[in-house]
């Protein structure tokens, strides 16, 4: 995903996402905002990335607007689940952000691949956005 794409707008961003989301082993993307870290589109299933420390069942669900402007509605988990994994991204992209600047201060962060033995996720960091593609990772 390069600046070209992500610079065309909410369009090309809903586009690439929809790509994304159909090929096999992914579980789940998450859109942040790279100047807050808030989350702005989530698809799939983040409860199967990392469960939730305290699930509440009492919790409503909340609403979410997409970029195309679909209403979305996440189960309470999710939407815990999703903000925690956000949460250790950001963490991840600033420190991992700092060690590229620490190393060389005209070079930049393009893409951070994190594999464990359950998952893989991609960290694509953009002027705009963060996307984190998360999906299986294929037998050895």
């Known amino acids: 995903m390069s600046d070209s794409v992500l610079g065309a707008g909410a369009d090309a961003l809903e586009e690439t996402l929809g790509r994304i989301t159909k090929k096999a082993g992914v579980k789940a993307t998450i859109v942040l905002d790279r100047a807050s870290g808030a989350i702005l589109k989530t698809s799939g299933q983040i409860t199967s990335v990392r469960k939730t420390k305290s699930l509440s069942s009492s919790l409503p669900s909340q609403t979410t607007t997409s ?14 689940g999703a903000e925690e994994l956000a949460a250790m991204v950001w963490t991840f992209i600033s420190t991992a952000g700092s060690l590229v600047q620490e190393l060389d201060a005209e070079d930049e962060l393009k893409l951070l691949r994190l594999r464990t033995k359950k998952q893989e996720l991609v960290i694509v960091p953009d002027a705009k956005y963060l996307l984190i593609v998360v999906h299986d990772t294929p037998p050895a």
Request: net charge negative.
């Open 67 to 80: 970029f195309s402007g679909e209403v979305a509605t996440n189960a309470p988990s999710d939407d815990q």
